[in-house]
């Protein structure tokens, strides 16, 4: 487990509602720079609308998030995004009829081509550039054992190789926080093996991620801290034993 550096990200009373059913209660709390928090509860609890809230899809209705000094409820998704933050979702969200390594360059900020001025008058630094993203892109895709994939189409991909692809989208960014919805949810056991070692790494890398996650097992190995929300409120956080041994967790469980 990795050791609390600096607070990077910041909730403040973060409060949402939908047709005056509050789904989100005066959420408070902080993610430290190079930490796995596991952010766990029953289905409908919020947890996503939480990952919506913070990546400013749904603007919040009260509260803030802070990101590294700066107010995200001010900012769009895209803007977001450019700032170091980025997610994936329950439904993937790839680029189905492109292939493998077209998804990943297609992730990589200001991917050559982008603009056409940086095609007829710095075509030598967007080719440089061009070269650099691929090499990555197949260094990504080597770590999570779909270098042989490369030219298939995603959409002829496995479930679990398709989990894989959208967290190596997610790296390709360069974001420093990575929003996961459900990792491992639906994959083989080895591609979660893969997906428990890709968590592992990106603290040394400096690093940080928040998981919606219902596998135990994979929270009790990569999460240094868990947030556990029960019909729109925090009511627990902690160590991963803390929380699943904590009686109002149990109670929530066992309702």
């Known amino acids: 487990m990795t050791n609390v550096k600096s607070n990077f990200l910041v909730l403040e009373k973060v409060s949402k509602s939908f047709d ?66 980025t997610r994936t979702f329950q439904d993937l969200r790839l680029i189905r009829r492109l292939t493998v390594l077209e ?9 050559p081509g982008e603009q ?7 075509w030598k630094k967007s080719e440089n550039l061009e070269i650099r993203n691929t090499r990555t892109a197949l260094r990504l895709l080597e ?40 990792p491992v949810a639906g994959v083989s056991p080895l591609a979660i093996e893969q997906i428990i070692q890709i968590l592992k790494n990106l603290p040394l890398q400096n690093k940080s991620a928040v998981l919606i996650e219902h ?25 991963p034993e803390q929380v699943y041994n904590n009686s109002k967790v149990i109670e929530a469980y066992l309702r």
Not at 35 to 63: H, P, Y
Not at 116 to 122: A, D, H, I, R
Not at 215 to 239: H, K, M, W, Y
């Open 20 to 85: 005056g059913l509050k789904v989100l209660k005066e959420i408070s709390c902080c993610i430290q720079s190079g930490e796995i928090v596991g952010l766990l509860g029953l289905n409908g609890s919020g947890k996503t609308t939480l990952f919506n809230v913070m990546t400013n899809l749904l603007r919040a209705d009260s509260g803030k998030v802070i990101f590294r000094e700066r107010n995200l409820q001010q900012l769009s998704p895209h803007e977001i995004a450019k700032i170091g933050i």
């Open 103 to 111: 998804n990943v360059l297609l992730s990589f900020k200001n991917p």
């Open 116 to 122: 056409l001025t940086n095609l007829f008058l710095n």
């Open 143 to 182: 770590n999570v054992g779909l270098a042989d994939k490369i030219n298939t189409l995603a959409e002829d991909l496995s479930y679990g190789q398709q989990k894989l692809l959208s967290i190596v989208c997610c790296l390709a960014t360069g974001a420093d926080l990575l929003l996961l919805d459900e």
């Open 215 to 239: 596998n135990p097992e994979v929270v009790r190995e990569v999460c240094d801290r868990v947030f556990f929300l029960d019909a729109g409120s925090l009511i627990v956080q902690g160590t």
